[in-house]
């Protein structure tokens, strides 16, 4: 390990550290505009100019290696007289748009130029301009601004594994732009924004409505998928106005989807306010009294059953189980798309692995997913991955960025690679990490028990499974799926045998917690109780409509695909009348003669932490025992197919947001400048 000597501080570090990396362990601030830690290095701000001793001039300390016995100056005239020629250069065409630039505030530009900026500008010629470029419906270009630090071109090629960006021209000429015009196609690319320095590309959404000293910030978590991604909630008054990334290396580093960060416009529209109750077969505004009598004289000695829809928190779905179980009825149920993993064993429908586990992985089998557009953020680690062993996939064949070697499409393909057929299945007895991933296009398949068990067969078969390594993780696409499942909301029949029963009459009343990816034509025959945020295909057979409030405007507790329990705080209140869900239950039940035994929130997840322990484990993996589960049986040769068609529209938010229908317009059917090599 290399010892450095920086203004005369002795520092060991690492071997291959860098010296820019060397005086930040040594708690020396260096400057720097194209330097990241996830980007490869380019060296070519020169920001970060340090003097070496014995060296005949300035170092960039970013693309310098660490060596042992190093002397090294950061804050010597002649680093200062560096740093204020660099920064001279650099706003040589630079125009004067802070007034107006929505990085204003945040810029990186701005703060170096006041911390490390000389007071010379003997630049006079005229400055250059370059026309705008369309990067999609996401990103806003001002390209003028650009400094060419080359973050976002390569973010594009090593991140997001879409290189569409790129540099043309030379020199003075030199401007970063898509190739063929093409938009920047990527389901992360609202990241660019993050990492740019300056203002040449920023929120295009988010464009001149807000400035970052209006703005009251709360740490909470997404919930458009099931890897509850740390982020920062940006409010002003009662709307939130743009969602950022948190760091947090185990789940999501320092990215998210741009689901995540862009639908956040949902959250204003087709919005639940009041109470509603059908009158002569129309849809009319009610006070919550006049609801909840309507629901009492409708739910009493009638059968009834629960859905549980994929946003939901812990707290209502716990609130909803307890005056279910009060009302005498246990057909309640949260897989909306047919899953036929059960509650029976936790080790059956976790990712085992943990999401940071994947880079331990050194072979990866993916069966029924697209994790590119059921989990974006996580398929960085596969394209990760794929540079250290073989990926191969049974499913849909998709571009998911890296190569992948396609098996088939259906189980067959399972039982050949669990008999040892084939080059992979050679790959995965010899590698030491093997993981495999079943999606939700495997576990609602028809024979969905039947991958199950295959499914177990292979990891136990190929060392997928020891004592310090559990390689068996299926990924979930809802956010409410593992909470619901470890508090055992699953029924024999699953959603679909409550939506028979519901067809054929044997089931009278239903109460739909925002379940919206079901057929609700099914339930027009009973008596349908909805409860939610948005009016999405719950409401379309909604006998009385509850409003409830979307998830960052309550606080609520949430279990992702990991097992990890993460506690999401409130960002601001709801509209109107609507209500905490748990609350609203509370109240109903109160209605109902079945009062539930809690007055407040913490009185609730008091009572639900002492019948699931687990759940007070915050920020925590869990490891759980191996164990026997899905079904041996002669599966069909039905194609295994991916449930997730369009990226942008799988949630009541997502589908409300104006965002994101026009990013479902612009990038249907769009040609990826980037090829995945695919077998």
């Given at each position: 390990?290399?010892?450095?000597?920086?203004?005369g501080?002795?520092?060991e570090?690492?071997g291959?550290?860098?010296v820019?990396?060397?005086?930040e362990?040594?708690?020396?601030?260096?400057p720097?505009?194209?330097?990241h830690?996830?980007?490869?290095?380019?060296?070519?701000?020169r920001?970060?100019?340090?003097?070496?001793?014995?060296?005949p001039?300035?170092?960039?300390?970013?693309?310098?290696?660490?060596?042992?016995?190093?002397v090294?100056?950061?804050?010597?005239?002649?680093?200062?007289?560096?740093?204020?020629?660099?920064?001279?250069?650099?706003?040589?065409?630079?125009p004067?748009?802070?007034?107006v630039?929505d990085q204003?505030?945040?810029?990186?530009?701005?703060?170096?130029?006041?911390?490390?900026?000389?007071?010379d500008?003997?630049?006079?010629?005229?400055r250059?301009?370059?026309?705008?470029?369309?990067?999609?419906?996401?990103?806003?270009?001002?390209?003028?601004?650009?400094?060419h630090?080359?973050?976002?071109?390569?973010?594009a090629?090593?991140?997001?594994?879409?290189?569409?960006?790129?540099?043309?021209?030379?020199?003075?000429?030199?401007?970063i732009?898509?190739?063929?015009?093409?938009?920047?196609?990527s389901?992360?690319?609202?990241?660019?924004?993050?990492?740019?320095?300056?203002?040449?590309?920023?929120?295009?959404?988010?464009?001149?409505t807000?400035?970052?000293?209006e703005?009251?910030?709360?740490?909470?978590?997404?919930?458009?998928?099931?890897m509850g991604?740390?982020v920062?909630?940006?409010?002003r008054?009662?709307?939130?106005m743009?969602?950022?990334?948190?760091v947090?290396?185990?789940?999501?580093?320092?990215?998210?989807?741009?689901?995540?960060?862009?639908?956040?416009?949902?959250?204003?529209y087709?919005r639940?306010?009041?109470?509603?109750?059908?009158?002569?077969?129309?849809?009319?505004?009610?006070?919550?009294d006049?609801?909840?009598?309507?629901?009492?004289?409708?739910?009493?000695g009638?059968?009834?059953?629960?859905?549980?829809?994929d946003?939901?928190?812990?707290?209502?779905?716990?609130?909803?189980?307890?005056?279910?179980?009060?009302?005498g009825?246990?057909?309640?149920?949260?897989?909306?798309?047919?899953?036929?993993y059960?509650?029976?064993?936790?080790?059956?429908?976790?990712?085992n692995?943990?999401?940071?586990?994947?880079?331990?992985?050194?072979?990866?089998?993916?069966?029924?997913?697209?994790?590119?557009?059921?989990?974006?953020?996580?398929n960085?680690?596969?394209?990760y991955?794929?540079?250290?062993?073989?990926?191969?996939s049974v499913?849909?064949v998709?571009?998911?960025?890296?190569?992948?070697?396609?098996l088939?499409n259906?189980?067959?393909?399972?039982?050949?690679?669990?008999?040892?057929?084939?080059?992979?299945?050679?790959?995965?007895?010899k590698?030491?990490?093997?993981m495999?991933?079943?999606?939700?296009g495997?576990?609602?398949?028809?024979?969905?028990?039947?991958?199950?068990?295959l499914?177990?067969?292979?990891?136990e078969?190929?060392?997928?499974?020891?004592d310090?390594?559990?390689?068996?993780?299926?990924?979930?696409?809802?956010?409410?799926?593992?909470g619901?499942m470890?508090?055992?909301?699953?029924?024999?029949?699953?959603?679909?045998?409550?939506?028979?029963?519901?067809?054929?009459?044997?089931i009278?009343?239903?109460?739909?917690?925002?379940?919206?990816?079901?057929?609700?034509?099914?339930?027009?025959?009973a008596?349908?109780?909805?409860?939610?945020?948005?009016?999405?295909?719950?409401?379309?057979?909604?006998d009385?409509?509850?409003p409830?409030v979307?998830?960052?405007?309550?606080?609520g507790?949430?279990?992702?695909?990991e097992?990890?329990?993460?506690?999401?705080?409130?960002?601001?209140?709801?509209?109107?009348?609507?209500?905490?869900d748990?609350?609203?239950?509370?109240?109903?039940s109160?209605?109902?003669?079945h009062?539930?035994?809690?007055?407040?929130?913490?009185?609730?997840?008091?009572?639900m932490?002492?019948?699931?322990?687990?759940?007070?484990?915050?920020?925590?993996?869990p490891?759980?025992?191996?164990?026997?589960?899905?079904?041996?049986?002669?599966?069909s040769?039905?194609?295994i197919?991916?449930l997730?068609?369009?990226?942008?529209?799988?949630?009541?938010?997502?589908r409300?947001s104006?965002?994101?229908?026009?990013?479902?317009?612009?990038?249907?059917?769009?040609?990826?400048?980037?090829?995945?090599v695919?077998?």
């Amino acid at each position: 390990m290399p010892t450095l000597t920086i203004d005369g501080i002795e520092v060991e570090v690492e071997g291959g550290s860098t010296v820019l990396q060397a005086c930040e362990a040594a708690g020396i601030e260096i400057p720097r505009f194209c330097f990241h830690e996830r980007l490869s290095i380019s060296g070519n701000c020169r920001m970060c100019l340090v003097e070496m001793e014995k060296a005949p001039k300035l170092i960039a300390s970013c693309a310098m290696p660490a060596g042992d016995g190093m002397v090294i100056h950061t804050k010597s005239d002649k680093v200062k007289r560096g740093r204020e020629g660099v920064l001279e250069f650099t706003l040589i065409n630079h125009p004067l748009d802070c007034p107006v630039c929505d990085q204003g505030g945040e810029c990186d530009l701005q703060d170096q130029y006041l911390a490390y900026s000389g007071d010379d500008n003997r630049y006079e010629e005229g400055r250059r301009t370059v026309a705008k470029d369309d990067f999609g419906p996401l990103v806003k270009t001002v390209m003028t601004r650009c400094i060419h630090c080359t973050r976002c071109v390569r973010f594009a090629d090593e991140i997001a594994g879409v290189p569409a960006l790129g540099g043309i021209g030379r020199g003075d000429h030199l401007e970063i732009t898509t190739y063929q015009e093409q938009p920047f196609a990527s389901e992360l690319s609202g990241n660019v924004v993050d990492l740019c320095p300056v203002g040449a590309l920023t929120n295009k959404p988010y464009a001149f409505t807000a400035r970052p000293w209006e703005l009251k910030s709360t740490e909470t978590f997404d919930i458009h998928d099931a890897m509850g991604s740390s982020v920062r909630a940006d409010a002003r008054g009662a709307q939130v106005m743009r969602f950022l990334p948190r760091v947090h290396e185990d789940v999501n580093e320092e990215w998210i989807s741009d689901k995540t960060r862009q639908a956040v416009d949902g959250l204003k529209y087709n919005r639940l306010d009041q109470p509603y109750v059908r009158r002569d077969g129309k849809l009319q505004p009610a006070s919550w009294d006049e609801a909840f009598d309507v629901i009492a004289s409708n739910v009493k000695g009638k059968k009834i059953a629960a859905l549980i829809g994929d946003l939901c928190d812990l707290e209502s779905m716990y609130a909803l189980k307890g005056l279910m179980a009060a009302l005498g009825s246990t057909a309640i149920d949260c897989r909306q798309d047919g899953a036929k993993y059960g509650g029976k064993h936790r080790v059956g429908y976790l990712f085992n692995s943990s999401i940071a586990g994947i880079d331990e992985a050194d072979t990866c089998l993916l069966v029924g997913t697209n994790p590119r557009k059921e989990a974006a953020v996580l398929n960085i680690r596969l394209r990760y991955l794929s540079k250290r062993g073989p990926i191969a996939s049974v499913g849909e064949v998709e571009n998911l960025t890296y190569p992948v070697e396609h098996l088939g499409n259906n189980v067959k393909a399972l039982e050949d690679v669990l008999l040892g057929k084939g080059d992979f299945a050679k790959a995965l007895k010899k590698a030491e990490k093997p993981m495999i991933i079943l999606g939700s296009g495997a576990v609602s398949h028809a024979d969905g028990a039947a991958i199950l068990k295959l499914a177990h067969d292979i990891a136990e078969k190929y060392g997928m499974v020891s004592d310090c390594w559990n390689g068996f993780n299926v990924l979930h696409t809802a956010a409410s799926r593992v909470g619901a499942m470890d508090l055992g909301l699953v029924s024999d029949g699953g959603v679909d045998g409550i939506l028979n029963g519901a067809a054929k009459g044997d089931i009278e009343v239903v109460f739909n917690l925002g379940a919206d990816e079901i057929d609700t034509a099914r339930l027009e025959k009973a008596f349908v109780i909805y409860q939610g945020s948005h009016g999405d295909e719950g409401v379309k057979h909604a006998d009385v409509i509850l409003p409830g409030v979307a998830y960052p405007e309550k606080p609520g507790t949430y279990v992702n695909m990991e097992g990890r329990v993460q506690l999401a705080p409130r960002v601001i209140f709801g509209p109107g009348d609507a209500r905490e869900d748990w609350a609203i239950l509370r109240a109903l039940s109160q209605k109902l003669g079945h009062t539930l035994p809690f007055d407040t929130i913490s009185e609730l997840r008091t009572k639900m932490i002492a019948d699931y322990p687990h759940l007070d484990q915050v920020d925590q993996v869990p490891k759980e025992s191996w164990a026997e589960f899905g079904v041996t049986a002669k599966a069909s040769d039905a194609p295994i197919t991916n449930l997730i068609d369009d990226f942008y529209q799988t949630n009541p938010i997502a589908r409300s947001s104006k965002v994101m229908a026009e990013c479902s317009s612009a990038y249907e059917g769009a040609q990826f400048v980037a090829e995945a090599v695919n077998g």
